[in-house]
Antibody, heavy 121, light 111 residues
Framework: EVQLVESGGGLVQPGGSLRLSCAAS????????MYWVRQAPGKGLEWVSL?????????YYADSVKGRFTISRDDSKNTLFLQMNSLRADDTAVYYC?????????????WGQGTLVTVSS | QSALTQPASVSGSPGQSITISCTGN?????????VSWYQQHPGKAPKLMIY???NRPSGVSNRFSGSKSGNTASLTISGLQAEDEADYYC???????????FGTGTKVTVL
């Protein structure tokens, strides 16, 4: 059974940093690209970032986080990360990690339960 | 990056069929076959319901079906059930710098 468990969320001041983690199990983690998707309170979903499988040589970011967030992975620990710097109030959201469906697929087939990030002074 | 446009709410009685539309443009929905749909119950994570326009993952009821025409994709729920009451989001791969765009979301109410 595929499981994705996020952690690392919390309250942070504007301009601060936070590192999110996503522990994966139930599939060959290294073989799959992974995503981060966020959802502001009471709002819709927003794609944040993608990292390719097999050591994560390729990364992509939404324009809204480019230059501030960094996605990475540790395939030896089956863990996905999101380093978030220069945080702003509009980064407040539940952050979900999600798994890519497979090669040449463009959808999110499994999601974690999410971790809440609140940016406020 | 503009979100895809969905109706804010759709409702129906048990047993009826409803359709949720999702409108984009030639850079997203109209330019590929990579539309997916997600169901989200309050306080829960999204769940994949349809991928690549028409495909249903294993375990998803065949009451859910997807289609696309031009720049608009649609999700149809037939034989509406109380458990279908949730928020639904469409998503599309895009040819722009932001790889994926989501819809604005539709709240489905079972009367």
């Amino acid at each position: 059974e595929v499981q994705l468990v996020e952690s690392g969320g919390g309250l942070v001041q504007p301009g601060g940093s936070l590192r999110l983690s996503c522990a994966a199990s139930g599939f060959t983690f290294s073989s799959y690209a992974m995503y981060w998707v966020r959802q502001a309170p009471g709002k819709g979903l927003e794609w944040v970032s993608l990292i390719s499988g097999t050591s994560g040589g390729t990364t992509y970011y939404a324009d809204s986080v480019k230059g501030r967030f960094t996605i990475s992975r540790d395939d030896s620990k089956n863990t996905l990360f999101l380093q978030m710097n220069s945080l702003r109030a509009d980064d407040t959201a539940v952050y979900y990690c999600a798994k890519r469906g497979g090669s040449y697929s463009y959808y999110f087939d499994y999601w974690g339960q999410g971790t809440l990030v609140t940016v406020s002074s | 990056q503009s979100a895809l446009t969905q109706p804010a709410s759709v409702s129906g009685s048990p047993g009826q069929s409803i359709t949720i539309s999702c409108t984009g443009n030639s850079s997203d929905i109209g330019g590929n076959s990579y539309v997916s749909w997600y169901q989200q119950h309050p306080g829960k994570a999204p769940k994949l319901m349809i991928y690549h326009v028409t495909n249903r993952p294993s375990g998803v009821s065949n009451r859910f079906s997807g289609s696309k025409s031009g720049n608009t994709a649609s999700l149809t729920i037939s034989g509406l059930q109380a458990e279908d009451e949730a928020d639904y989001y469409c998503s599309s791969y895009t040819s722009r710098s932001t790889l994926f765009v989501f819809g604005t979301g539709t709240k489905v109410t079972v009367l």
